[in-house]
């Protein structure tokens, strides 16, 4: 899979320079300046300045489906099984029991991601 030319790679460049919050289920799971981003795999690397100017890699796997609403700031990447198995109904149950043995390793998994552009930055 490769992003390049794609929605998704325009959404991830208009967030360039810009601090955000990534948010997952109400809270903030990380901070900072996106400095740039690659693809790696199935995953989006972002390289941020955080708040006490230190650099760090936040990886992200590719969401299924995106909604970008600029005029407010923000985007949401969806990772919810019932997504992903929208022309395959009959796979939401196999995806949920597979999730349930494997909660613990997987933040992202039937959730929605939430990036917050900071006003005045």
Do not use: A, W
């Not at 490769?2 to 460049?13: A, D, G, R, V, Y």
């Not at 006490?52 to 923000?74: A, C, Q, R, T, W």
């Amino acid at each position: 899979m490769n992003i390049s030319s794609s929605f998704l790679e325009k959404t991830c460049s208009s967030l360039l320079q810009r601090t955000v919050n990534f948010i997952i289920k109400n809270k903030v799971i990380k901070k900072g300046k996106i400095e740039l981003f690659v693809q790696r795999n199935f995953y989006l690397v972002f390289h941020i300045l955080t708040e006490n100017n230190k650099k760090e890699k936040f990886e992200i796997p590719i969401p299924y489906s995106l909604e970008n609403h600029e005029e407010d700031g923000l985007i949401y990447f969806d990772y919810r099984f019932k997504t992903i198995s929208k022309y395959y109904p009959e796979s939401l149950n196999i995806l949920q029991k597979i999730f349930e043995k494997n909660k613990k390793n997987n933040k992202f998994g039937d959730s929605i991601l939430m990036i917050e552009t900071i006003k005045n930055e």
